[in-house]
């Protein structure tokens, strides 16, 4: 069975930090690059960052560049999306999600095949 589970999410406080993990298991992990999303109440699902099968290439986007870090471990199935000095509008769940291939845009939903579950992040003022 093909899973993709996220843990990580909880209540942090503005300006603080977390780590969010994507676990994946029922596939090959190494062959697929792998995409943060989120998405809060009333607002549209964003994309968040994406990193390629051995981090060859690494997206962000513009409302996390410079505060945010992506990065995977094949040997361990697992990728992580690193968010510092978090704001209140970082709060959303947050999913992750694996792609064959990216294609011509990396924030391209449609393009990932398995996605997780979702973990919530609330962000406290």
């Known amino acids: 069975e093909v899973q993709l589970v996220e843990s990580g999410g909880g209540l942090v406080q503005a300006g603080g930090s977390l780590r969010l993990s994507c676990a994946a298991s029922g596939f090959d992990f190494y062959d697929y690059a792998i995409g943060w999303f989120r998405q809060a109440p009333g607002k549209e699902r964003e994309a968040v960052s994406a990193i390629s099968t051995s981090d060859e290439a690494i997206y962000y986007a513009d409302s996390v560049k410079g505060r945010a870090t992506i990065s995977r471990d094949n040997s361990k199935n697992t990728a992580y999306l690193d968010i510092y000095s978090l704001k209140p509008e970082d709060a959303a769940v947050y999913y992750c999600?694996?792609?064959?291939?990216?294609?011509?845009?990396?924030?391209?939903?449609?393009?990932?095949?398995?996605w997780g579950q979702g973990t919530q992040v609330t962000v406290s003022s």
């Open positions: 999600a694996a792609a064959f291939s990216m294609g011509n845009n990396w924030k391209n939903s449609f393009r990932y095949t398995y």
